[in-house]
C-alpha cells in the first residue's frame, strides 16, 4: 500500500475536525445525551467509517479496503470493553452526568495520542523484526485466556476503580481542588492554581486506555501491518467511543458472553500472529532460519469473517441469556 503525506494530512484532518465537531456541537453545551441523541451520532460514526473505507478501496483495491474494515470491526469490539473502565471511574470520581461528555471527549483524545506513539513503535518493529509476531501472538493469547477466565468467574464485574500510578504521582505533586467547578479543569483562587477533579478524571481515562493499548495495538497488527491503516481504524473506533458509551451505558450488563466472544477474537488473531511468524520465520534457532511452508497464511476476508461472526452471535446470545434471566426473575 502506498501512503502519500496526502493521506496522513486527511487523517490527521479528518481526527482534528471529529474533536472539533464533538467539542463545539456537544462539550460546549454540557448535557446527558438522550438514547436517540447517541443512536444517531453512533450511526454517524460508523457510516463515516465505512465510506472512509470506501475511500481506501477506490484509491488502494479492495484488500486494503477488507483490512481497514476488519481492523476497525476488531477495535470497535475491543473498545467496548473500554467502557466498563470508563464507567468505573466516572462513577469512582462522582461526574457529573451534564460534564461526561467532556471528560469523555478530552480522554479518548489523549488515548488516541499515546496511541499513535505505539502504533508508529509497533509498525517499525513489525517491519524490521517479522519474529515480533511470536511474542505479539503469545501475549493474545494470554490476553484472550484472561478474558476468558474472568467472564467466568465472574471476577471483572467484581473489580472496582483504583487509580494507577500515573494519578497517584499527580495528585502528591500538584494541588487539587476539593470539589468540580462546573466542567472546568483549572481553577485560580487566592493566587493559586489548582486542578480540578475534572482535569484528573481525563487523564485517568486518558491513561487507563493505556492497558487496552497493549491488547489491541498487537492485535491490529495481526489484521494489517499498514500503519496508516492501523491508525485510522483507532480514530473511528474511539471517536465513535463517546456516544456509543452514553448508547450501551444501560446494556453493557446485558452482554454477559462479551468477554468471551473478546477471547474468540483474541486467540484468533493470536493463532493467526503465530501463524505468520512461523511461515516467514529468520530466527537461526528454529528451523534454521527457514520458514515453515506447512503454517498457512490466514486472509483477510477470513479474519474478517471471523471477527464480524463472533461479534453477532456474542451479542445475540447475550441478549437472549439476559432476557431469559430476567424473565425467570419476574416468576420467582
Not at 467539542?23 to 443512536?39: K, S, V, W, Y
Not at 517499525?124 to 468467574?153: D, M, N, P, Y
Not at 458472553?257 to 483474541?266: A, C, E, K, R, S
Request: a neutral charge.
Amino acid at each position: 500500500m502506498v501512503v502519500h503525506a496526502w493521506a496522513w494530512g486527511v487523517l490527521a484532518l479528518v481526527a482534528v475536525a471529529l474533536v472539533a465537531l464533538d467539542f463545539l456541537g456537544h462539550a460546549r453545551n454540557p448535557h446527558p445525551p438522550t438514547a436517540t441523541e447517541a443512536a444517531r451520532w453512533t450511526l454517524f460514526y460508523v457510516g463515516l467509517a465505512a465510506l472512509f473505507g470506501v475511500g481506501i478501496w477506490l484509491t488502494n483495491g479492495w484488500l486494503y479496503a477488507q483490512e481497514f474494515y476488519a481492523g476497525w470491526a476488531m477495535e470497535w469490539s475491543l473498545s467496548v470493553d473500554n467502557l466498563f473502565v470508563f464507567i468505573m471511574i466516572l462513577k469512582a470520581f462522582r461526574v457529573p452526568r451534564e460534564n461526561q461528555q467532556k471528560a469523555l471527549l478530552f480522554g479518548i483524545v489523549i488515548a488516541l495520542l499515546l496511541r499513535l506513539v505505539f502504533i508508529l513503535m509497533g509498525s517499525a518493529l513489525v517491519a524490521r523484526f517479522s519474529w515480533v509476531f511470536f511474542i505479539f501472538g503469545v501475549w493474545l493469547l494470554w490476553t484472550a485466556f484472561s478474558q476468558v477466565k474472568e467472564t467466568a468467574t465472574g471476577s471483572a464485574d467484581d473489580e472496582e476503580y483504583e487509580e494507577n500510578a500515573f494519578i497517584r504521582v499527580l495528585r502528591r505533586v500538584l494541588p487539587v481542588s476539593d470539589g468540580f467547578v462546573g466542567s472546568r479543569m483549572l481553577y485560580r483562587h487566592g493566587g493559586r492554581t489548582y486542578m480540578t477533579p475534572m482535569f484528573v478524571v481525563v487523564l485517568a481515562l486518558g491513561s487507563a486506555d493505556l492497558m487496552f493499548a497493549f491488547d489491541s495495538i498487537p492485535a491490529i497488527f495481526g489484521i494489517t501491518s499498514q500503519a496508516f491503516l492501523v491508525f485510522a481504524c483507532n480514530v473511528f473506533a474511539l471517536m465513535g467511543l463517546r456516544q456509543l458509551f452514553f448508547l450501551v451505558d444501560a446494556l453493557l450488563g446485558k452482554l454477559v458472553y462479551l468477554g468471551y466472544g473478546l477471547g474468540v477474537i483474541l486467540s484468533f488473531i493470536g493463532v493467526k500472529l503465530i501463524l505468520e511468524a512461523l511461515h516467514a520465520n529468520t530466527l537461526p534457532f528454529i528451523n534454521g532460519g527457514r520458514g515453515f511452508e506447512w503454517a498457512p497464511e490466514i486472509s483477510v476476508s477470513v479474519s474478517l469473517g471471523v471477527i464480524v461472526v463472533t461479534l453477532v452471535v456474542t451479542v445475540v446470545t447475550s441478549l437472549v441469556r439476559s432476557a431469559m434471566d430476567e424473565e425467570g426473575a419476574r416468576e420467582r
